[in-house]
């Protein structure tokens, strides 16, 4: 189910099951595996990979080409960041840093994840 207030690029692929709320903009290129809820006024960007049932909570943003394991639970607030020395022009070649979540991991309200940043398998965060 997509609400009628969000954004869904037509590109995007979203797995059996996805929920997208309110507000929330899902960018070019993102694909989501099945039962994902993704939250009202959260930002996925472009070529982010959701896997199977990820929770993502209200306002979130996660940025371009960042990988989200199984079973992730993402609270409400979280920010993840891909560049370590953000500018407004950044110069030529520069490539982004997402961070990387594995499979298990509950991230709690209001975290910061920073660029390059791996959670393990079963971490907690926040």
Request: with cysteine; glycine share 18%; proline share 7%.
């Amino acid at each position: 189910m997509i609400h009628a207030t969000a954004e869904v690029h037509e590109t995007a692929v979203l797995g059996e099951g996805t929920v997208v709320w309110g507000g929330a903009c899902v960018m070019a290129g993102v694909t989501t595996g099945v039962h994902c809820s993704i939250g009202r006024c959260s930002e996925l960007s472009r070529a982010v990979r959701l896997g199977d049932h990820v929770r993502i909570g209200y306002g979130v943003f996660i940025p371009t080409r960042t990988r989200i394991g199984h079973r992730v639970f993402i609270g409400p607030g979280v920010v993840m960041c891909d560049d370590k020395r953000p500018i407004v022009n950044p110069p030529l070649g520069y490539t982004p840093n997402p961070p990387t979540i594995e499979d298990d991991v509950s991230i709690g309200a209001g975290a910061g994840i920073l660029p390059g940043v791996r959670l393990g398998r079963g971490c907690l965060g926040g």
